[in-house]
């Protein structure tokens, strides 16, 4: 077994685990990618798969325990506003939402819960899933190959991209909190119990 087959084993695993460095993970196969001349579809393909594995048993959890599951993960502040966000959006727009959250502080494993706890169709939940990894993934990787083929020294191409991601990052959340402030109040009241589908109320 080559380097390469390791190198995407390992991104597999590391992608299907929550919470875990998967962006930093390929923005640095997209420097090496960039640096060898290599191709970057095997790295976007394999991530995607990783995380869409992790999506769906996290979707999965949520709807055998998603009140607890999602109190574990609300203990991180970040991924707590996170899911308050989605609560007072996941029913009006939940594809768009959900893809929307990959760019978010733990959006993917709040998401893919919090969709499960809401007994989301199983096929609507794998189709905003799909198309959110492949985007993210390909975002990550595309933004490493960039910083690598603009700087020949590997770690000062790594740490371009990282800079570019964490400004880009930053942009996203000062846009989210600032359209989000007036929803917040909303979310409270709404993430704070069990989460229910309206159809499940009655």
Do not use: N
């Not at 189709?127 to 595309?142: F, K």
């Not at 191409?157 to 930053?170: G, M, R, Y």
């Amino acid at each position: 077994m080559d380097v390469s087959t390791l190198s995407l084993l390992a991104l597999f695993v590391i992608a299907a685990v929550p919470l875990a460095p998967t962006e930093v993970t390929l923005i640095g196969m997209g420097v090496v990618a960039a640096a060898k001349d290599g191709p970057i579809a095997p790295t976007i393909l394999v991530a995607s798969a990783g995380c869409l594995l992790c999506d769906y048993l996290l979707y999965v959890t949520g709807r055998r325990g998603g009140s607890r599951a999602l109190a574990r993960v609300r203990r991180r502040r970040s991924a707590d506003t996170t899911i308050r966000w989605l609560t007072a959006r996941l029913e009006r727009r939940p594809v768009a939402v959900l893809v929307i959250a990959r760019w978010l502080p733990a959006g993917g494993t709040a998401g893919s819960l919090l969709a499960g706890s809401l007994r989301w169709p199983r096929a609507a939940f794998l189709t905003a899933s799909v198309i959110g990894v492949i985007l993210w993934s390909t975002y990550a990787v595309l933004l490493g190959y960039l910083g690598g083929s603009m700087v020949d020294e590997s770690l000062m191409s790594l740490l371009l991209s990282l800079a570019v991601a964490a400004v880009l990052t930053a942009l996203v959340a000062a846009v989210w909190r600032r359209r989000t402030g007036h929803h917040l109040d909303y979310a409270r009241g709404t993430s704070g119990g069990t989460a229910v589908h309206p159809a499940e109320q009655a």
